[in-house]
């Protein structure tokens, strides 16, 4: 009688198969690129439990996904102050809109020359997770900051109710001295895979505040790598909200290519019923002075399973690296389940590196307290998570704010 674990990684293999099949043949400037990944995919192995990076996450919600191209839904339209970027993996997001200054677009020679070059500097330039987006994925937006862009960018990439796979990619390459606000946000509204690979190069000295915000489905996955690789002088800030996703599986990895960078990393996760969150994260300072600030806060209730590896390297060369990860962690019943493991893996001799990581119940005297001035325990309980969540969400990018994240991920909205 196999395993679960050996049957899950045929049924997605088999899944894997079929969606390769399905694909139209390549075409278009991402061509090499889904030629190359299409074969490596036959060789890779799926992903599955006997494997240490997938050992608590299940993928059968993926493999349960129709192994096809997700067809997009008729765009809405949208009405906003800010430049709002709609990704539906077919159509070109960038026809028809006038960019605003500090905005362009990269096309030919240097786009080939750049796409994939974050990924190879991170390590996950061939991870299946990669190559599985980069076999399916027909279009890339990719843009170049130089500048200072007064305007925040947001980026609309909706899976629908449909079934199938939307893969997504994105490429930024901000210029010395360059600044950049950012607001992605992904739904879904049914059973659907989405597949997301994102890459950003920040020059010496640039600046990019990364927000991403998530609200998906029970029966739906996300399956989300952004890679980063910071100059030196660059500052680097991502916060994730994410809630609501059968299968939620975010890789964000960054390299510090020569030190005296500063990189923030926020992140929170809510889980309930038996939906899966995993993160998995990876900070590499390859030069000195570099600076890490991170948090990750996860909320579990009913039977669900939250997740966190958060890996910190720290080579000799890294020498006065200064990071600080923190794990924190709300269980809300006694069949939900959290794992959590911050992991630091230092050479360098001259370094103040330190993690932490809880993981407890909401506190029965903050419940008291509440009660004791009239407030009912279920509001009370709604408060203390509120809180707990909201150290995190309040970081997100200004323009976040019309999306209602802390409503939405506590299910609120």
């Known amino acids: 009688m196999p395993s679960t674990a050996v049957r899950s990684s045929s049924t997605l293999e088999a899944?894997?198969?079929?969606?390769?099949?399905?694909?139209?043949?390549?075409?278009?400037?991402?061509?090499?690129?889904?030629?190359?990944?299409?074969?490596?995919?036959?060789?890779?192995?799926?992903?599955?439990?006997?494997?240490?990076?997938?050992?608590?996450?299940?993928?059968?919600?993926?493999?349960?996904?129709?192994?096809?191209?997700?067809?997009?839904?008729?765009?809405?339209?949208?009405?906003?102050?800010?430049?709002?970027?709609?990704?539906?993996?077919?159509?070109?997001?960038?026809?028809?809109?006038?960019?605003?200054?500090?905005?362009?677009?990269?096309?030919?020679?240097?786009?080939?020359?750049?796409?994939?070059?974050?990924?190879?500097?991170?390590?996950?330039?061939?991870?299946?997770?990669?190559?599985?987006?980069?076999?399916?994925?027909?279009?890339?937006?990719?843009?170049?900051?130089?500048?200072?862009?007064?305007?925040?960018?947001?980026?609309?990439?909706?899976?629908?109710?449909?079934?199938?796979?939307?893969?997504?990619?994105?490429?930024?390459?901000?210029?010395?001295?360059?600044?950049?606000?950012?607001?992605?946000?992904?739904?879904?509204?049914?059973?659907?895979?989405?597949?997301?690979?994102?890459?950003?190069?920040?020059?010496?000295?640039?600046?990019?505040?990364?927000?991403?915000?998530?609200?998906?489905?029970?029966?739906?996955?996300?399956?989300?790598?952004?890679?980063?690789v910071q100059e030196s002088g660059s500052d680097l800030s991502v916060v994730s909200g994410c809630a609501g996703w059968g299968l939620l599986r975010l890789e964000p990895r960054v390299n510090q290519r020569d030190g005296a960078a500063h990189t923030s990393l926020r992140g929170l996760q809510r889980v309930i019923d038996r939906q899966i969150a995993d993160t998995h994260s990876q900070v590499t300072f390859s030069g000195p002075d570099g600076q890490l600030e991170q948090v990750h806060k996860a909320v579990a209730d009913g039977q669900a399973r939250s997740v966190f590896n958060g890996a910190v390297r720290v080579p000799r060369q890294a020498q006065r690296t200064n990071a600080s990860q923190i794990s924190r962690n709300l269980l809300l019943s006694d069949r939900a389940r959290i794992d959590t493991k911050p992991e630091l893996g230092i050479v360098a001799d001259d370094v103040r590196c330190a993690h932490g990581a809880t993981v407890s119940r909401l506190q029965q005297d903050e419940l008291f307290y509440l009660q004791s001035r009239g407030i009912a325990a279920d509001q009370a309980a709604r408060l203390l998570q509120r809180a707990f969540c909201e150290e995190v969400l309040r970081e997100l990018p200004a323009i976040a704010a019309a999306w209602r994240p802390i409503d939405r991920l506590l299910g609120e909205a």
């Open 15 to 228: 899944w894997t198969g079929d969606l390769i099949a399905s694909l139209p043949p390549a075409t278009g400037p991402l061509a090499p690129l889904q030629e190359q990944a299409r074969a490596a995919l036959s060789e890779l192995p799926a992903p599955h439990r006997r494997q240490e990076n997938w050992r608590f996450t299940d993928p059968a919600l993926l493999a349960a996904t129709s192994p096809r191209l997700l067809r997009p839904e008729q765009a809405a339209g949208t009405a906003s102050a800010h430049l709002c970027l709609r990704l539906d993996g077919s159509a070109d997001p960038l026809d028809g809109v006038a960019l605003p200054a500090g905005l362009e677009p990269i096309a030919g020679a240097e786009l080939h020359q750049r796409l994939g070059a974050v990924l190879e500097a991170t390590g996950c330039a061939h991870h299946w997770l990669t190559q599985l987006n980069q076999a399916a994925a027909q279009q890339v937006l990719a843009l170049r900051v130089s500048g200072v862009v007064a305007s925040p960018l947001e980026l609309l990439l909706p899976a629908g109710a449909s079934d199938g796979l939307l893969p997504l990619r994105v490429l930024l390459l901000l210029e010395d001295g360059a600044e950049l606000e950012l607001l992605q946000v992904h739904t879904a509204s049914g059973a659907s895979a989405t597949s997301l690979v994102l890459e950003a190069h920040l020059g010496r000295g640039a600046r990019l505040r990364h927000g991403l915000l998530a609200q998906g489905h029970a029966q739906a996955s996300l399956l989300a790598q952004c890679a980063y």
